[in-house]
């Protein structure tokens, strides 16, 4: 019986000590589910980390290979631009001159090779001047570049600029020059006219059908170089600009080569090269270069109006009216199409010399002061201006996209 009562006894206490090893155990875990882990929120400084030796892969990411096609409809054009600008910023911050040198010069260096987009506006913005950061938050002034004076690296973006854009203008001009002329000049959009030619002259080079190039064909082109600008992020201001230079090259290449064919001054020739113009004023009303669009337009002027005095009546009582109504076109330029106008069929007077000249005396009366040109410049470029536009995009918040491969780079 008493062996009986110790071995209970035992039995008894074992389980005990077992119970509060339980309790304990479960106090413990129950403990450790009522505590949590919190993480500090993360302040970036809005700077991509890189290695020296990452240099030039970095560069040829952003620079020379951005894929800019996948940018359009989910990511700023520019975005390029500010990932480089986030790095410069790292060198700056690390005050490594040496690094920031070559950085500055490779990425000179690959902007020249592709004619491609360039970081002044964030080298303006970032520098700490007052006129480029007035607009800027807190946050963004405290991101302006600390140790490194980059404003000689502006005035090497703005040449390139000036490069590019002359570039741009003589790639344009050498693709229209060989249309230009076949698609408004030459070509007989209305086909009741077609063969409304003067007598004699049927047959000749001016009216040949071979031409292949018509207004649809200047048309498709502007609008894949319209397409390109938007989607390289050209600023406005200059997409306008370029624009304005291709409405001119456009005028004065027709207007030179109707001064230069006889063959061509007629009355329904008038009528076809102002139906050509108007599809050419279609898309720049549509372009969305609105409102300045109506100073692109007027660029066409020049032609516009040359085919609308082909058009118009020639007696003396008109020569008040042809002296006002032409004033984009020179004294010469009047002269010189009247000179060649030839009546469209046997039932049309020709304009007799005494009516010219009177129109060129009325013309130097009334234009005293205007230089005696004839033939337009065709090379004329419109001077270009960089202007400066402000980012409210904040550095520190930039993701990179998986479409440009920085594997290599840490934000920081």
Request: hydrophobic share 35%.
């Amino acid at each position: 019986m008493d062996e009986d009562n110790r071995k209970l006894k035992k039995a008894v206490a074992q389980l005990a000590q077992r119970s509060q090893l339980q309790a304990d155990s479960t106090a413990q875990i129950s403990g450790d589910s009522l505590a949590e882990v919190r993480y500090k929120e993360r302040s970036w400084l809005g700077m991509l980390e890189f290695d020296r030796a990452d240099l030039q892969s970095l560069v040829a990411e952003l620079v020379l290979n951005p894929r800019v096609e996948q940018f359009n409809d989910f990511l700023p054009s520019t975005l390029p631009a500010f990932l480089l600008f986030m790095c410069i910023r790292y060198t700056d911050y690390r005050n490594d001159e040496s690094l920031v040198k070559s950085l500055m010069a490779s990425a000179t260096k690959a902007i020249k090779r592709v004619v491609k987009g360039f970081i002044t506006n964030c080298l303006r913005q970032y520098s700490g001047e007052k006129q480029y950061s007035d607009q800027n938050t807190h946050k963004q002034n405290e991101q302006c570049l600390m140790n490194f004076d980059l404003s000689d690296y502006i005035n090497v973006f703005h040449d390139i600029a000036f490069w590019v854009y002359e570039s741009i203008l003589q790639f344009i001009r050498n693709e229209l020059s060989t249309v230009v002329v076949p698609a408004i000049v030459d070509n007989e959009g209305i086909p009741s006219i077609s063969d409304s030619r003067p007598s004699g002259m049927r047959g000749r080079g001016a009216s040949q059908p071979a031409k292949k190039s018509s207004p649809d064909t200047v048309v498709r082109l502007m609008t894949g170089y319209l397409r390109t600008l938007n989607a390289r992020g050209v600023p406005e201001d200059v997409a306008r600009l370029i624009f304005r230079s291709m409405s001119y090259y456009i005028s004065a290449t027709s207007l030179n080569n109707l001064l230069l064919r006889k063959e061509l001054c007629h009355w329904s020739r008038g009528m076809q090269i102002r139906y050509n113009l108007s599809h050419v004023e279609e898309f720049l009303r549509e372009s969305r270069l609105s409102p300045p669009s109506s100073q692109t337009q007027e660029l066409l002027e020049p032609i516009i109006q040359a085919s609308q005095l082909l058009q118009a009546r020639k007696t003396d009582s008109d020569i008040n009216d042809i002296c006002l109504m032409y004033n984009k076109l020179t004294t010469q330029q009047i002269v010189k199409i009247l000179s060649s106008y030839t009546p469209q069929n046997e039932y049309e007077e020709k304009i007799p010399q005494s009516f010219i000249q009177k129109v060129q005396d009325h013309l130097k009366k009334h234009r005293s002061k205007e230089e005696p040109t004839i033939m337009m410049n065709v090379d004329y470029v419109f001077p270009l201006s960089i202007p400066f536009v402000h980012s409210p995009l904040k550095l520190e918040e930039i993701l990179i996209p998986e479409c440009i491969n920085l594997t290599f780079v840490k934000k920081i």
